[in-house]
């Protein structure tokens, strides 16, 4: 079965510093693996997506991760957060093939000024 | 113009009290689902319908139906209302490419029912 780990319910960063959002996955098949993004009573929003091309994805909003299978890791990271980045962000997995989501427990990003 | 549309926004009902809530995409896609996500924002697939067949069914109480009239509509309905059921329920939708399963991932979400039950 497919799962992921995200290990920070919470990352407080200022802005203009860099992000990092952790997350590990689990999974006995090749895996497709996503992060997306949710403000405030919104819905959900695609960020990026890795589905066995380049192990560094790029993403919207300056966002970027990469895949690194000897390390289970897909971790999400932004070279200098802004204001509006602050949100609940969601590692998720997909059984390459299938339609099925499994989403992360979710980390929120705070910036503060 | 909305892509997936939900309504309504916020619903507050009583325990044993029967709703709906209702779900529309103009994107074309072929797929659409139910998300639950709860009070610590974790969420889970509920069902997921292609071309208005049920083709995801997780272990969701009976109480919860879900009727899909067309591939552009997934509607919600739930019975017998339980103070559990209180969660924000999301709406999505995505492609399905004809009889291959295409898991991109890419799913585009409605924003969200709050259903607060009392």
């Known amino acids: 079965a497919q799962s992921v780990t995200q290990l920070d319910s919470h990352v407080s960063v200022s802005e203009g510093t860099p992000v990092l959002l952790r997350c590990n996955y689990s999974?006995?098949?090749?895996?497709?693996l996503f992060w997306y993004v949710q403000h405030p009573n919104k819905g959900l929003q695609l960020l990026l997506k890795?589905?066995?091309?380049?192990?560094l994805v790029k993403g919207i909003n300056g966002f970027e991760a990469e895949f690194k299978k000897s390390e289970t890791s897909f971790h999400l990271t932004k070279p200098s957060a802004h204001m509006s980045d602050a949100a609940e962000y969601f590692c998720?997995?997909?059984?390459?093939?299938?339609?099925?989501?499994?989403f992360g427990t979710g980390t929120r990003l705070l910036v503060s000024p | 113009d909305t892509a997936v549309s939900q309504t309504p926004k916020y619903l507050v009902t009583q325990m044993g009290n029967d709703k709906s809530i209702k779900c529309e995409q103009n994107?074309?896609?072929?797929?659409m689902y139910w998300y639950k996500q709860d009070s610590k924002k974790f969420l889970k697939i509920m069902f997921s319908?292609?071309?208005?067949?049920?083709?995801i069914n997780e272990t969701v109480p009976n109480r919860f139906s879900p009727k899909s009239p067309d591939k552009a509509h997934l509607n919600l309905h739930i019975n017998s209302l339980e103070l559990g059921d209180s969660a924000v329920y999301f709406c999505?939708?995505?492609?399905?490419?004809?009889?291959?399963?295409?898991?991109?991932?890419?799913?585009?979400f409605g924003e969200g029912s709050r259903l607060t039950v009392l």
């Open positions: 999505a939708s995505s492609f399905r490419t004809g009889g291959i399963v295409v898991g991109t991932g890419e799913l585009f």
């Open positions: 999974s006995s098949y090749s895996p497709s």
């Open positions: 890795y589905t066995s091309a380049a192990t």
């Open positions: 998720v997995v997909i059984r390459t093939g299938f339609q099925k989501l499994v």
């Open positions: 994107l074309g896609h072929d797929t």
């Open positions: 319908y292609n071309n208005k067949e049920l083709i």
